[in-house]
């Protein structure tokens, strides 16, 4: 009898993997068809936005946990668990990427707000200075904040139906999430509305730091 061939990615891993390469894969069918085949683009060229937001959002959702496999990448890594990836593609100009990106990445970090203690695996860890323990939390909050900022920001910037495209995808994304992905989903729920309160405030003006100083002095 042949001994059974052993896994080089169980099952868990190869969603870590799968899931940012199906958005990636989409991302680059996208920008495939628009600059080889511009005449059949024009048919779907109302859903381009839509559609790489989507690619953004597939991907965001696992990319955090993408430290697990990285050589040298403890897990709970910040630099995975962070808006940064949704702000680089801000930076290199794909904006509707970044936006389900970081709508993906906000969806993580709020379910990996409710470990079962905030010890060892749950804590987050920063190149050379290792974990940040009870600062955490925090910075999980920080960095959806971050995301949601990242989403607001590139909202107003698609127009008419892209917009509704991109709004859709990432509702229907998030009921999705919650559906089949977290079932444990008050904590991250409170978490996600918290956030994005914070930051929209922020953004109207509502929210600075001296109404908050004024608040506690
Ligand atoms: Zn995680």
Known sequence: ML?????????CSMRLITAPLTGSMLAASVYAVKGFYPQWFQAIAFMEEGLLFLAGLIA?????????????????????????????????????IAGGLAIGIALHLSSDMQPKAWTGG?????????????????????????????LLSMLPAIEGIGRWAVMTVGLL???WYFFYEEKKRVLPLITLGF?????HQYRDGRLNVEVVVQYFV
Do not use: E, Y
Request: with cysteine.
């Open 60 to 96: 965001g959702i696992r990319l955090p946990d993408i430290d697990l496999l990285l050589p040298g990448f403890s897990h709970r890594s910040g630099i995975t668990h962070s808006c940064g990836f949704a702000a680089l593609f801000v930076a290199l100009g794909f904006d509707a």
């Open 173 to 175: 994304g998030g009921i």
């Open 3 to 11: 001994a059974p061939v052993p896994l080089l990615f169980d099952q």
């Open 195 to 199: 956030c994005l309160l914070l930051v």
């Open 122 to 150: 749950a804590l987050v860890k920063l190149p050379w200075f290792g974990s940040i323990g009870m600062l955490s939390p925090l910075w999980l909050l920080l960095n959806i904040a971050g995301c949601f900022w990242i």
